[in-house]
């Protein structure tokens, strides 16, 4: 019987419906509307996110630049996470349930393909994490254990990747690549997930009582 590898796409999905769902602060989040793929590695980064569309859902800024757009079976895609060789290779699965977080944090509350103004790490620096580890840990409380589970694997799994890349912006008639991407240049890629175990709280040890102090009884 041939070896089914999981499906990430699938499972990051779930994850993100899930967080959207329950978590007031990403109820605007659409898990259809965001496209999920492997990467290259960039610097330490675990995930990142591209936005897709330049502000109010456009395709063209007012000096007349375009953004390639990305349909995926018939549907275009605003936001693109990119999963680093990090995310796969050196995290926990409640780490992997934070870069993700990460990354739909940085999306603007209109969910308009742009990012939000107010939540870059070059705007809050240290602050970006005091106010992103509170929603986590708020959600990680209520994450259902199958997906906890889904990214806790240590195997081969199956991810979406570029066959061939998007490129940047573009002026038009003086651009001679593609413009629209869907499906047709992504493959399913096979990827080996390794999870780290989440290292324990180390509880303080109690102090010994005085020797004439007797032990109660329970």
């Not at 499972?11 to 793929?37: G, N, Q, T, Y």
């Not at 490129?167 to 493959?187: D, H, M, N, S, W």
Request: aromatic share 8%.
């Amino acid at each position: 019987m041939a070896y089914l590898r999981q499906n990430l796409n699938k499972a990051v999905r779930a994850l993100i419906r899930d967080i959207a769902a329950k978590m007031p602060e990403f109820s605007h989040v659409k898990a259809s509307r965001i496209l999920v793929v492997a990467g290259e590695a960039r610097r330490a980064s675990r995930g990142t996110v591209k936005p897709l569309c330049f502000r109010g859902g456009r395709c063209t800024d007012p000096s007349g630049r375009r953004k390639p757009v990305i349909r995926i079976h018939g549907r275009r895609m605003l936001y693109c996470i990119t999963l680093r060789p990090r995310f796969f290779r050196a995290s926990t699965p409640q780490g992997r349930v934070q870069t993700v977080m990460h990354e739909l944090f940085h999306m603007s509350r209109r969910f308009d393909g742009t990012l939000h103004a107010g939540r870059r790490h070059s705007v809050l620096g240290e602050d970006f994490y005091r106010q992103l580890k509170p929603l986590v840990r708020r959600y990680l409380k209520q994450c259902p254990a199958e997906l906890l589970e889904a990214l806790a694997r240590s195997e081969e799994v199956r991810v979406l990747q570029w066959l061939e890349r998007p490129g940047p912006a573009y002026v038009p008639g003086t651009f001679r690549g593609r413009t629209v991407y869907t499906e047709e240049q992504l493959y399913y890629g096979i990827t080996r997930m390794v999870t780290h175990k989440r290292p324990a709280v180390k509880l303080a040890k109690p102090r010994r009582k005085e020797r004439a102090e007797k032990e109660p009884v329970h």
